[in-house]
């Protein structure tokens, strides 16, 4: 699965590296965002992704409702992924979701079993959860692409 759309989301997967990459697609209805972070982590699950990188940058501001239903029900099956590695990818200009962030970090650090990084640009979050794999070159063009003939 090269690329592929959730409703609201834009997923890559590499089997090879087992790195799944997202974004949320601009524009989307973000009164979507619970039934497509669940259908994220059920995709997750089923593919055993080892490495998940979630572009932060594209998510509009999350409301106190959903930074409670994602404390209370999102993180706590994320933890029990089969990850290796969890890259979030946002700029220092998302102050509000990065203070979500930080906060639902905070309620699950202890039970984390694999790696969390912040990074400020998609490049090198990529670098480092692929240990600069020579396929890095190919994600990226298919990751280009991803809005032609769409």
Same mark, same amino acid.
């Given at each position: 699965?090269?690329?592929?759309?959730?409703?609201?989301?834009?997923?890559?997967?590499?089997?090879?590296?087992?790195? #799944?990459?997202?974004?949320?697609?601009? =524009?989307?209805?973000?009164?979507? &965002?619970?039934?497509?972070?669940?259908?994220? #982590?059920? *995709?997750? =699950?089923?593919?055993?992704?080892?490495?998940?990188?979630?572009?932060?940058?594209?998510?509009?501001?999350?409301?106190?409702?959903?930074?409670?239903?994602?404390?209370?029900?999102?993180?706590?099956?994320?933890?029990?992924?089969? *990850?290796?590695? &969890?890259? #979030?990818?946002? @700029?220092? @200009?998302?102050? !509000?979701?990065? *203070?979500?962030?930080?906060?639902?970090?905070? *309620?699950?650090?202890?039970?984390? =079993?694999?790696? $969390?990084?912040?990074? $400020?640009?998609?490049?090198?979050? %990529?670098?480092?959860?692929?240990? @600069? @794999?020579?396929? %890095?070159?190919?994600?990226?063009?298919?990751?280009? $692409?991803? !809005?032609?003939?769409?």
């Amino acid at each position: 699965m090269p690329l592929h759309y959730l409703p609201n989301i834009c997923l890559q997967y590499d089997q090879e590296l087992s790195v #799944l990459r997202l974004e949320w697609v601009p =524009r989307s209805d973000s009164r979507q &965002l619970r039934a497509s972070a669940g259908q994220l #982590l059920t *995709l997750a =699950r089923e593919l055993a992704v080892r490495q998940l990188l979630l572009d932060m940058n594209t998510i509009p501001n999350l409301p106190l409702e959903d930074q409670l239903w994602l404390g209370d029900h999102w993180m706590p099956t994320l933890v029990d992924l089969p *990850l290796d590695r &969890l890259v #979030l990818v946002i @700029s220092s @200009s998302q102050v !509000h979701n990065q *203070l979500a962030i930080d906060a639902l970090y905070e *309620l699950v650090k202890h039970t984390m =079993r694999f790696e $969390a990084h912040y990074f $400020a640009d998609m490049e090198s979050a %990529l670098d480092w959860a692929t240990d @600069s @794999s020579p396929r %890095l070159a190919a994600l990226h063009a298919e990751w280009a $692409a991803r !809005h032609d003939g769409a």
